[in-house]
């Protein structure tokens, strides 16, 4: 992650976002707290988002964007910074909101289009039964996550033609992509973690992840300080024993124990040195050659 110091083409704009606090926001922010540890907290989470914006090439002015929200804190702060950002100026792109109701176990089904509508954030809800396509699929006691996830994501990208855009952003933070490191490293067998930006799979959306560099504390904090109407992702009830949660809680002892070392493990993310590695697809080892030596006097 990238020192506030090496940011000097940003620099003028995150003071201006700090003077400007007070007086003009988005209106999600109108209850927001005013204190010192608050706006320090935001800026810090529009700085990263923008870096990760710039540095990725996310933005093409004009385009149409669907922001998938859940209802859970980072999706939250996903489309607030977002609304942040394009109240500002600093976004030129149109934003459409869209949670997709998968028929979960008393989902609270008013909570998202209540609050969006209430705070003027263009929306689309849809409601597809996923939930018993993945129990009628899977045994009892099974986690439903990888299933319920494969099936939501394709209804996102249905619903992001449908509405004329080219992006589905979605609301993955840094330890979501730490996690997902170490799940393909100690379970799948290879180096590969979430992508800031990417292309699906038939090769006419983006997905993008604006909040690929921010810590979940963060995430968390703000969704705290918002007051964001959160909906729990363990409605279903199949969210025990996940290797993802052994995995995070490895990761958050490690960060205890070790502090600023998941800075450090995703900054080793963006410094891949392939010739060090042992893939031959990946480097070219049949092609390294010597340097021929002069007579030896």
């Known amino acids: 992650m990238l020192d506030e110091r090496d940011q000097p083409a940003l620099a003028e704009t995150d003071v201006a976002i700090e003077s400007e606090a007070e007086e003009a926001a988005h ?3 109108a209850g927001a707290p005013r204190s010192v540890s608050f706006k320090k907290l935001r800026k810090r989470l529009v700085r990263e988002m923008r870096e990760t914006i710039e540095r990725f090439a996310m933005v093409r002015p004009g385009a149409r964007w669907l922001v998938a929200i859940s209802g859970g804190k980072d999706s939250y702060a996903l489309l607030a910074l977002l609304h942040d950002l394009k109240w500002r100026g600093l976004l030129p792109v149109d934003l459409l909101a869209c949670n997709l109701d998968q028929g979960q176990p008393n989902f609270p089904k008013n909570v998202l289009p ?4 209430g705070n003027g954030i263009a929306h689309r809800i849809e409601y597809r039964d996923t939930y018993s396509i993945v129990t009628d699929k899977l ?3 099974a ?3 990888s299933l319920c996830s494969r099936l939501r994501r394709g209804h996102l990208y249905r619903i992001a033609r449908e509405e004329g855009c080219e992006a589905l952003v979605l609301g993955h933070h840094r330890d979501d992509c730490l996690e997902t ?6 379970h799948g067998g290879r180096l590969s973690a979430m992508p800031a930006k990417l292309v699906n799979d038939e090769g006419d959306l983006f997905v993008l992840r604006p909040l690929i560099q921010s810590a979940e504390s963060d995430l968390e904090r703000f969704a705290q300080a918002m007051r964001f109407p959160i909906i729990p992702c363990d409605l ?3 969210q025990d024993g996940l290797q993802r949660n052994l995995t995070k809680q490895m990761l958050d002892e ?3 124990r070790y502090p600023g070392r998941k800075n450090v493990m995703m900054r080793a993310l963006a410094n891949v040195r392939p010739g060090h590695l042992v893939d031959p697809q990946a480097f070219d080892f049949a092609g390294l050659s ?3 030596q002069g007579p030896d006097f």
Not at 114 to 117: V, Y
Not at 181 to 186: A, G, K, S, V
């Open 114 to 117: 209540d609050w969006l509508t």
């Open 181 to 186: 490191f170490f799940m393909n490293l100690l």
């Open 139 to 141: 045994p009892e006691g």
């Open 236 to 238: 279903c009830g199949s």
């Open 143 to 145: 986690t439903y996550c």
């Open 27 to 29: 209106p999600l922010f």
């Open 290 to 292: 010597l340097e021929p």
């Open 254 to 256: 490690i960060e205890t």
